[in-house]
């Protein structure tokens, strides 16, 4: 079982271009998440769906969009990219969104904007 | 407001046993997760906690204590492959996960 995959491993964008990265998950999960990860801070929720069709803001929602048209693809796009967006992001999933469901990680993506 | 603090970083040796400790604070309370995250890889779920006491899993175990806002996870037998950083997360009122930013644990020989 694949679990969970992201796409691109890495990628090297020119500030103001877009982006989308790719999450999707084979284990039938209703919630998905996506993070960043910068050195020193702990994962940060930049945006979250806990079922097809509906999607939410975390703590760092700004400057990203996602969209949840079926259960196992969670796309996240960056519509003009800036410096600040250099980071590591991960995409999740869980079983669900309640309590004690844990996530499962995707591998990751290393974004640098130059 | 919501905060998770625990150590930047700890020292061990081969063999020993080791204690990280994790301070919560977050807007309602439905559990706190550990992680593990070897260096250039994703989080992998180690232990939830949601009622007081001592949980045991192998070599890892985690303890709770919501009236103190105070877990800490134990390794015993440390192995080199334990090198790694631990993540402790709070699941807060929304069902959503507060991260600390992490305890990076070096072993060595």
């Known amino acids: 079982t694949a679990g969970i995959t992201q796409a691109p491993t890495s990628q090297i964008l020119a500030a103001g271009r877009s982006m989308t990265l790719r999450c999707t998950q084979d284990?039938?999960?209703?919630?998905m998440y996506w993070y960043r990860q910068d050195l020193g801070l702990g994962l940060r929720l930049i945006h979250y769906s806990n079922t097809a069709g509906t999607t939410g803001k975390g703590e760092v929602p700004d400057g990203y969009s996602v969209s949840r048209a079926n259960t196992d693809d969670f796309p996240l796009t960056l519509a003009s990219a800036v410096p600040s967006q250099t980071s590591v992001y991960f995409c999740?999933?869980?079983?669900?969104?309640?309590?004690?469901?844990?996530?499962?990680f995707g591998p990751g993506t290393r974004l640098t904007v130059l | 407001g919501q905060n998770i603090d625990q150590p930047t970083e700890m020292t061990a040796t081969e063999g020993a046993i080791v204690q990280i400790n994790c301070t919560y604070q977050?807007?309602?309370?439905?559990?706190l997760f550990w992680y593990q995250q070897h260096a250039g890889e994703a989080p992998t779920f180690l232990s939830y906690?949601?009622l007081d006491g001592l949980e045991e899993k192998g070599r890892f175990s985690s303890f709770l204590s919501r009236s103190k806002g105070y877990s800490y996870l134990l390794l015993k037998e440390l192995q080199m492959k334990d090198s790694a950083s631990y993540l402790c997360?709070?699941?807060?009122?929304?069902?959503?996960?507060?991260w600390g930013a992490g305890t990076k644990l070096i072993i060595k020989p």
């Open positions: 906690n949601v």
């Open positions: 999740a999933s869980s079983d669900a969104s309640g309590t004690g469901n844990e996530q499962f």
């Open positions: 284990m039938r999960h209703n919630a």
């Open positions: 977050t807007s309602g309370f439905n559990g």
């Open positions: 997360a709070s699941m807060d009122s929304n069902y959503q996960l507060i």
